[in-house]
């Protein structure tokens, strides 16, 4: 699978029509090929099958080089992967060398996807994640709280995952002044979802900073609270 074959893959079921919504929608001046997400996934998927991981990362890489809203989408699932070798770090390097590109939240979210995988095979890269907090790029910042969303989903942690989620809450305190409104959704995110595993410690969490928070994002961290 070469590059030009697979970007003839996703070209050929283009549709000019939702292409044009999608750009008016996303309003990021990039082309769009007019694709829903079955397309990407359907395609990524028969690729990350068929292709070793080397050739893998090398398409992925071409396919992002086009700015194409949908060859990045595209190129973001081929990296989801659970099982790659723990010494192999080449995914989560590329995965990491994406964070300045970033300029909306579908492209952001799609490549999150794979580096959550990443970070929950080897947590000591949390290490890495903290330096983005003090980015001055709003999305990577914002990819922090993204990328580590795997931790608010243990209803029953054990001693390292609850670490690991107390040093990410610290990183959301920090982010509750920040005017940010997708740094403010990002903070409400994290917190919705821990709020369905452990509604306590979200409570405490919104009871210390919920006051520094714009009021949409404290309404939306609270919304599974009863």
Known sequence: MTPEDALAALEAQADQDRAAQMHAYHKIDRPYLGLSNE?????????????????????????????????????????????????????????????????????????????????????????????????????????????TLPWTKQRHPKPEETAARERILTWAATYTEDPEWFIQKAVAWWLRDLSKKDPARTRAFLAENGEKMKPFAAREAAKYLT
């Open 39 to 147: 397309v990407c996934n359907a395609l990524a998927a028969e690729w990350r099958k068929t292709l070793p991981l080397e050739d893998r990362l090398s398409l992925a890489d071409a396919l992002w080089q086009t700015n194409i809203f949908e060859a990045r989408i595209t190129a973001a699932k081929l990296l989801v992967q659970a099982r790659i070798r723990p010494e192999d770090d080449s995914t989560w390097q590329l995965i990491q060398s994406r964070l300045p590109d970033f300029d909306s939240w579908a492209i952001a979210d799609a490549v999150a996807m794979a580096g959550q995988r990443r970070l929950t095979a080897d947590p000591t890269r949390l290490d890495t994640v903290e330096s983005w907090t003090t980015s001055d790029h709003l999305w990577t910042r914002r990819a922090a709280l993204v990328f």
